[in-house]
Every structure is written in C-alpha cells, then in structure tokens.
C-alpha cells in the first residue's frame, strides 16, 4: 500500500536478527526494495522452497518476482564480491539486470581497502574489532574523508582515478608497515573483471529515481544492514560498523526526507547474539549460550564466526527502539526456545555503584543485567500457521515485551522459512 511515504526495516540488536527473511516476506506488499547501508559485511539469508540464499550487497527483495531493487548511495559495493553473488543467483536462474538499479554515488571497496582493514585492526591488537574483513572501515573512512571511489566513477577517466587511490592506501599500508600482499594481482585482476560486469547494471542516480517512484504512487520498503546497536554513532563504540545503521540511515543513504518516512519496522530475536568483539551485557558463557547457539544455528553467514549469545536485553532495545523511531516490533527466532524451561529478559542496569538504570548508559562494559524471568512455554511451535494457537506462557512472554517496550509486535517468526511467519492481528 502506498502512502507517500516510505518504510524502513532494520536491526535493533547487534545485526543478524533475521533481516533478510522478512524483507522477502514483506516484498510482496511493496514495489520496490532499497538498501541504504553496508556492504559485503552483510550477511542476509532467506529459505523457502527448499532452498537457502545468503545476499550480502544485494537487496532481500530480489526472489519475489521482479520487483525492482535498489542499492543505494549509503552502500560500499567490492565489484568482485558483488559479480560472484550476483552470478551465483544468475546459476539459480535469477536474472538481475533488469531488476537491479545500483546508486552511481555508492562508493567502492577497493582490494586495498580490505588489506588496510587488515592492517588497522593487526595494529589494534588486543583491542581489535573483531570486523569482516571487508574493507568496510577503510572505505567508509575514504568517503568521509573527501578520498573515496564511486560506482560513478567507473565511467569517467576509471583506470587513472584507481590507480591514485591505489598509490595512497599503498603509501598508507607502507607506514603501517605492512608487507603481507599474496595473491594480490589475482584479486585485483578479479576485481577489474567485476568492474566490468558493473557496467552491464542500470546505474542510476537513485535519489531521484526513489522519490519519482514514491511521487507516482509506488511504495517502497528501505532494508538495513547491520543493527542499531552496531551503529557508529549510537552503537557500542568503538565495537561497531561505520555507518549509521540507524533509521536515520535510510534518509542519508536513499535521498528521502525525514519526512517521508512511514513505518520503521525494528528486528529482533527472541534473545541476542553478537559476532566480533565489543560489550555485550546479557551474553551468557553457560550451557545455555551453548544451547541457544546450537539450536540457533548462531555462526555468522559472512564469516562462519561462533555468534555470542545471551538473553534478550529489553534496556538495550528500549534505547534502538527510541534512536530510530520504531513504530512495529518483529520478533525472531522464538522456536529457539521452544524448549527452555525459563526465559529471562534483562530489565534494568545495575552499575558499579549500585544503583539501578534503565537508560542505556555511555560504558556498557560493567553493567550487571537484572532479570525478569519467564516459564518456558515448552511447546514446539514450528508448524503453526496462526497466532491462536501460540500457548498461554508465549501469549504473556510476548505481551511483557510489548508493554516495557511500548511498541506493538506484528510479526514472530517461528522458523527460517518464508512460511514460519506469523502476522499478529
Ligand atoms: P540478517 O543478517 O538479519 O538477515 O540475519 P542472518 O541471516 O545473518 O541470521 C539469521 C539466521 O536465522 C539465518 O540463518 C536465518 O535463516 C535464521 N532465521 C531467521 N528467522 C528465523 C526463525 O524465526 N527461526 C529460526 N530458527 N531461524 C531463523
Ligand atoms: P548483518 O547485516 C553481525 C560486525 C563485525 C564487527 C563489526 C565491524 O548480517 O546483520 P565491519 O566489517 O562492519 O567493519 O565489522 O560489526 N558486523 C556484523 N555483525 N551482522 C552483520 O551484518 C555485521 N556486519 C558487521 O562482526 O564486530
Ligand atoms: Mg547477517
């Protein structure tokens, strides 16, 4: 339904909510799909039919037939990585150039971005991020610094531009003292060849082109990356992405107004995880963190990294839900604790001096979580197809959330498959 306005889906804990399942389940409702932010960093999976895709620079709209998706100016695309995901869906019969408009002001992860991001965090040590190697930091770093390569650049003067930037990270790399290049030729090589295959996309000045599209009756639904608590201005910094993975971020990362802003629908799981270094106040080191990742399945779909886990922190949502906006709750992953005889949820804060908060505070290193605890509801939800048939402990778990968060949940997702989705009336 079209409003004029535009809706935004994103995370609210660490990243890995379940973003990308339920922009394929709400595409369907929409006409276009826009990414604002991220890049390969990203890791999004969808199921159905049988089948798993993990997108990573590509929009989570692209499987709901030919609805057009739109990577915006806020994304960094590496041009090998983006022609390896793309031809990967190519082989499953999934043709993207017609259907994909890329942002000619997204900017560019070059091969020696991914080695500075390497670099930088060699030279943190101890007290690295922890980051995907993607290069992510040092391109966004390129931009902000008036220094970055865009996808518009490919078709202007292209091999002199690269061959500057190229020269600068060498020099930078030099001062960091490193010297591990293996293979670099050969990415580089491949990564001219996705140069190239770039070129064969619609690309597009898509500022203009959303807001013609929402001007002439379309909707349109906004797609994060990452989450709110990985944001480089509101996140646990410095454990955190750079760019704003906030809602915020969708309006510099698409071209819209604030004002043209509709529903902001916030992620979560039924509980937390988190992937790389950086505080994580409920994360649990006992056999049920050792529970909810097996029966979650909790390992990064970028890096296969062991995700931490711990309980849902309702202190640390009730903060993204106020940074961005959040109109409607979506929750996650509630078959994961299917099995639990208690569930608990972090209330409030205990700081070092005793005193009790439920306002996020600036260190949340030594916050010791206060929890509520919940009776299992002990019922192997996985095949419901409807909201009566939830159990009476799930009804009030669900409900307690709802009224400390003060936001309505319309969506729990009770598997990973397009079909174990249960819209609340
Ligand atoms: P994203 O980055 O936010 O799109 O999330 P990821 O794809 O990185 O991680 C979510 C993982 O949980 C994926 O493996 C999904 O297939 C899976 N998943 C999504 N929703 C559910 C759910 O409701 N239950 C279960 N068990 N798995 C889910
Ligand atoms: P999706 O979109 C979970 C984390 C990394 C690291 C930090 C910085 O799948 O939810 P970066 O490579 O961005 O410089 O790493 O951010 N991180 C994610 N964690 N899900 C993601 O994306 C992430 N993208 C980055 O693990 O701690
Ligand atoms: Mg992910």
């Not at 399942?21 to 199921?47: I, W």
């Not at 349109?220 to 992405?241: H, N």
């Not at 510099?252 to 992937?275: D, E, H, Q, S």
């Amino acid at each position: 339904m079209n409003t004029g306005k535009v809706d935004v889906l994103l995370g609210l804990q660490w990243g890995d909510e379940g973003k990308g399942k339920v922009v394929d389940v709400l595409t369907p409702h929409y006409d276009v799909v826009a990414r604002f932010q991220g890049g390969p960093n990203a890791g999004h999976t969808l199921e159905f039919q049988g089948h798993k895709y993990v997108l990573r620079s590509i929009p989570s709209g692209i499987f709901q037939g030919g609805k057009t998706n739109s990577i915006g100016n806020g994304v960094v695309l590496a041009p090998d990585l983006f022609m390896e995901e793309a031809k990967e869906l190519e082989k499953s019969g999934h043709d993207l150039k017609s259907i994909l408009h890329i942002s000619k002001k997204a900017h560019l992860i070059m091969p020696t971005h991914r080695i500075l991001d390497r670099a930088y965090e060699a030279a943190k040590g101890k007290d690295k991020v922890g980051t995907t190697g993607k290069g992510i930091g040092p391109t966004y770093t390129d931009k902000v610094s008036r220094n970055g390569l865009r996808v518009g650049d490919i078709t202007n003067g292209f091999s002199d531009k690269y061959a500057a930037h190229k020269a600068r990270h060498m020099q930078m790399l030099k001062a960091l003292g490193w010297s591990d290049f293996e293979g670099f030729e050969e990415v580089e090589q491949k990564w001219m060849q996705g140069v190239e295959y770039l070129r064969q996309f619609q690309l597009v000045d898509s500022e203009h082109e959303l807001n013609n599209l929402l001007r002439s009756g379309k909707s349109i639904l906004c797609e994060g990356a990452q989450g709110t608590m990985l944001d480089v201005d509101f996140g646990s910094y410095p454990f955190v992405t750079s760019s704003n993975t906030i809602c915020a971020g969708a309006c510099t990362g698409l071209g819209v107004g604030p004002n043209k802003i509709g529903n902001v629908f916030g992620i979560m799981k039924a509980y937390c995880t988190r992937v790389g270094a950086g505080p994580f106040p409920t994360e649990l080191f006992d056999e049920t963190g050792a529970a909810i990742r097996n029966i979650g399945h909790e390992y990064g779909a970028v890096t296969g990294r062991e995700r931490r886990c711990g309980w849902i922190d309702l202190v640390q949502l009730r903060y993204s839900i106020m940074i961005d906006g959040v109109t409607k709750l979506i929750m996650m992953k509630s078959d994961v604790l299917d099995s639990f005889e208690t569930i608990k949820a972090c209330v409030a804060y205990k700081l070092k001096d005793g005193s009790l908060t439920t306002e996020l505070p600036y260190e949340i290193d030594d916050v010791e979580p206060v929890y509520k605890e919940f009776p299992g509801w002990k019922t192997d939800m996985t095949k419901f197809t409807h909201q009566e048939q939830f159990p009476e402990a799930f009804n009030n778990y669900v409900k307690f959330l709802e009224d400390y968060l003060e936001t309505p949940i319309c969506i729990i997702s009770i598997g990973p498959d397009r079909e174990q989705t249960i819209v609340i009336k």
